[in-house]
């Protein structure tokens, strides 16, 4: 059975950080590509970065420089720091991986990015 969970979230003024973290159970963590989703209210989720097995990674341009993807294969744990929130950054963000052409997420944890 197949579990993410995320953790991390939280109300950042304009400009914080924060680190999300993603466990993983019920799979081979480290052969599978890991991806981190947003949505914010009244817009469809949007892909956020993704982290290939190799490591290699991918970023949405709004956040290219400010964001960064890592993961952990010991344990099991992909994690998102985020640096110079803005408000736009607003969002729940989901954990997320595919497996057999099926998307696995997590409940989601809140980002809220506000003065």
């Known amino acids: 059975q197949v579990q993410l969970v995320e953790s991390g979230g939280g109300l950042v003024q304009p400009g914080g950080s924060l680190r999300l973290s993603c466990a993983a159970s019920?799979?081979?963590?480290?052969?599978?590509?890991m991806g981190w989703y947003r949505q914010a209210p009244g817009k469809q989720r949007e892909l956020v970065a993704r982290i290939r097995s190799s490591g290699l990674t991918i970023y949405a341009d709004s956040v290219k420089g400010r964001f960064t993807i890592s993961r952990d294969n010991a344990k099991n744990t992909v994690y998102l720091q985020m640096n110079s929130l803005k408000p736009d950054d607003t969002a729940v963000y989901y954990c997320n991986v595919v497996l057999d052409s099926y998307n696995y997420w997590g409940q989601g944890t809140q980002v809220t990015v506000s003065s």
């Open positions: 019920g799979i081979i963590f480290s052969i599978y590509h």
